[in-house]
C-alpha cells in the first residue's frame, strides 16, 4: 500500500503476507481522493473508516493533514497492524478500534464528516451497508457517505445516492442526506 498525498506522501506500508486482503488499488484510492479534495477540507474534517482493513483509506486522511479519523476493523490483526504503523510513524488523530462495524454503528454517539465503508465484496448484507449507516448517529446532515464495492452492487435507488465512480473493478458510491454535490 501506497501513501498517495501528504505529510506521508511516497510512503509504502508492507502488510504481513498472512492477512488475507483486498486493498483499494492506488489508481481508485488517487481517484478517490481526488473527488474528496474539490468537497472537504481534511484539516478541518472527521473521518470515520468502516472495514479498515491494513489503514489504507485512514493513513491517507491522516497524512492529509485528518486529525480525527475512526478506524474499525473486526480483525483483530488487522487493527493491531494499523495501530502499530500509527505508532511507527508517531501518528495522532488517529483511534483503531477492533469491532464489527454493525455492533459500533448501534453504539456510535457522534457523526462525522466523511464515513468511509469498503466492507469485503462477498459480505452477504453488503447491500444494507448504507442503510446501516445512515440509521446511526455516525451521519447528519452534512455527512458524506462513500461505499465501495463491486460493479454487481448498484446502489443507485438509494433515497441519498448522489453519484457513483468506476476506477477498473472498484467502484465508489456517494451519498448524503443534503444532496448538494
Known sequence: MRIISGELRGRTIVAPKNF?????TDMAKE???????????FSDCSVLDLFSG??????ECV???CR?????????KHAAFIKQVSRDLKLSGLTVLSTDVRDFLKIARRSFSVVFADPPYDLPWIAEVPNMIFASKAVD??????V???????????PYFTRLCKYGKVHF????????D
Open 20 to 24: 488475507e486482503l483486498r486493498p483499494t
Open 31 to 41: 481517484g478517490l481522493f481526488n473527488i474528496l479534495n474539490n468537497q472537504i477540507e
Open 54 to 59: 491494513i489503514g489504507s483509506i485512514s493513513l
Open 63 to 65: 497524512s492529509r493533514g
Open 68 to 76: 480525527d479519523v475512526v478506524a474499525i476493523e473486526r480483525n483483530a
Open 141 to 146: 446532515s452534512e455527512t458524506l457517505v462513500v
Open 148 to 158: 465501495e464495492h463491486p460493479g454487481e452492487v448498484d446502489f443507485s435507488s438509494h
Open 173 to 180: 458510491s456517494f451519498f448524503r442526506m443534503q444532496q448538494n
